[in-house]
């Protein structure tokens, strides 16, 4: 996932000039204005964003706040806070005491809640989207993506009446011993900002229905869909406290990992970030709290010489490029084996044709990066490449995008280098693809299995004994077979490994829910022939 973003500091009351709502364009202007007057936590024209405690939306008292800018024309939509000391503790007291009602629910009344949540996602599907093209920059179609990639959770999560079921075995003549899955607490989730709609919703249903309460602390660049997302689960019925919603940056973050009543920490993001969480938790905390954490990621994808041509490049360019390459699972490294080396020259070409454009505009490919420090961390990582003496093939530094001057764009690029570049070390987390050329799959191989990282990899071939030596032989988590972007669907769980995860229990499917839930194992002992209704006995005591 992206770089950390703990480390931002929080504006404390500067004043900065920025385009006002009137900066945004006729296709933009509309839908900020409409997200304004009918969502209650969240804006796109330059009000305050709020927090969600207790159930009540709720105008926080920081002095500290964060500008949330569109990406493509740098017009301030809403200011965020950093939630204080005081809020934060509102709203774990909130959880704490909706606990105590909300686990003791029966499983058929949280099931309930994931049913009413799913139809409410579905009816505001737009207004989600909408948010997530104005603050975060994503195309239309990519936001929908977003947005439908989490409710997918949210239809699997339905599924907890028979997902949650115990285990029971009479293990000695009137000795049983069962099993069941208990919820833990007051559990928190950290999410990033490359999927403002889709990784609260990893953590949202799963949470809920297995009778936990939840903080949820979206990114502070683009908190607009998890505002959205909390009004919507009142609105599914979901009582006070059972979520709420804090914003800011890494004193929050410290909040969470320190405080005793929260007994889990899901977070997805950065390596930074990530390790920072995992290591706090361990430390600060004696409840024996759990934390799951995504990392960075560097996935590749080998192309053989007998692969279907057409499905390789499209797939690749798709995959490395769609959300402004701003994916945790986006294909930042292309390996290019024997003579599909010869491709490289069709791909730059396929690739140069993308559309870079406002996410709202039609036929828009791609958008803006996140911020403008994005957009200089990803230009000098490709101009390292040059540096170190490898070769860009297609340059998106300077990309023009006709009606967005101020955008943080940069156009598809693509280099080709070797393992030994910061190009091909670093994550860079924007529309660029390393090129790597690789005489043997053997050697390519050896490529993946020695990076870092291991969030996934694809192979595209046309010979099954290539694919499986490929499946076998890659340390990942998650591979593709001729597809370029193996995320399980929510019925199986999240499955990187090596450097990308921190944790041993994955995020949604069986996963997901193990790790919302602690085992309870009861053995009972009830002897048949000391029941009480036993009839009475006339025989002659004989005293044997």
């Known amino acids: 996932m992206s770089i950390s973003r703990l480390a931002r500091i929080p504006l404390r009351g500067r004043s900065r000039s920025y385009a006002t709502t009137a900066g945004l364009n006729a296709l933009a202007r509309p839908k900020a204005e409409n997200l304004s007057v009918t969502w209650k936590g969240t804006s796109a024209t330059g009000g ?53 009602s909300w686990s003791k629910q029966s499983v058929i009344a949280r099931q309930r809640f994931a049913i009413e949540l799913q139809y409410q996602i579905r009816q505001n599907a737009d207004a989600l989207a909408h948010s997530i093209v104005l603050e975060q920059g994503k195309t239309l179609a990519d936001a929908h993506g977003d947005v439908l990639r989490g409710l997918q959770v949210v239809e699997t999560a339905i599924g907890i009446t028979s997902n949650i079921v115990g285990e029971k075995l009479e293990v000695s003549k009137d000795m049983d011993t069962e099993v069941r899955k208990l919820p833990l607490g007051v559990c928190a989730s950290i999410a990033p900002f490359n999927f403002p ?22 990114s502070e660049r683009d908190p607009g869909a998890a505002m959205i997302i909390a009004e919507l689960c009142a609105r599914a019925g979901l009582p006070e406290g059972v979520v709420n919603v804090v914003h800011g940056t890494v004193p929050v973050v410290n909040r969470i990992c320190d405080h005793e009543a929260i007994k889990a920490v899901s977070f997805v993001g950065g390596d930074r970030a990530g390790r920072h969480i995992y290591e706090r938790n361990g430390r600060a905390t004696t409840n024996g709290k759990r934390v799951q954490a995504n990392l960075g990621a560097k996935n590749h994808a ?52 993308l559309n870079v ?169 009830w002897r048949q022939e000391d029941a009480i209704g036993n009839k009475a006995s006339v025989d002659m005591p004989t005293h044997n």
């Open 48 to 100: 305050n964003t709020k927090n969600f405690i207790g159930g009540a939306f709720v105008d926080s008292k920081t002095t500290q706040w964060h500008d949330v800018l569109d990406p493509s024309t740098q017009t301030l939509l809403t200011r965020v806070p950093e939630t204080t000391t005081e809020e934060f503790d509102q709203a774990v007291d909130a959880a704490s005491q909706a606990f105590k």
């Open 197 to 218: 709609a889709m990784i609260p919703l990893w953590t949202i249903p799963l949470a809920t229905v297995t009778g936990n309460t939840l903080i949820l602390k979206p």
């Open 302 to 353: 080998i192309i053989m010489p007998d692969a279907n041509k057409n499905l390789a490049l499209n797939s690749i360019i798709g995959a490395a490029f769609g959300a402004a390459g701003q994916r945790c699972m986006a294909v930042s490294v292309a390996v290019l084996v024997g003579t599909a080396q010869s491709w490289l020259p069709e791909l730059v070409e396929r690739a140069s044709k």
């Open 357 to 525: 454009n406002g996410g709202f505009e039609e036929g828009a490919d791609l958008g803006p990066l996140i911020s403008p420090a994005s957009k200089a961390r990803v230009t000098g990582l490709i101009a390292s490449c040059a540096d170190e003496g490898g070769q860009i093939h297609l340059d998106g530094r300077n990309v023009q995008v006709p009606g967005y001057p101020a955008g943080n764009f940069v156009g598809p690029t693509v280099l080709e280098g070797t393992v030994g570049m910061r190009c091909y070390r670093e994550e860079i987390f924007g529309p660029v693809l390393t090129v790597i050329t690789s005489d043997t799959l053997d050697d390519a191989l050896d490529i993946i299995n020695e990076n870092k990282y291991g969030n996934g990899a694809v192979i595209f071939t046309q010979s099954g004994a290539t694919a499986r030596k490929f499946e076998s032989g890659v340390n990942v988590g998650q591979v593709g077979i001729n597809v370029p972007i193996p995320v399980p669907l929510p019925m199986f769980a999240w499955s990187g490994n090596k450097g990308s995860v921190l944790g041993d229990i994955g995020f949604y499917g069986k996963s997901g829910i193990n790790f919302y839930t602690q085992n309870k194992t009861t053995t009972s002992l």
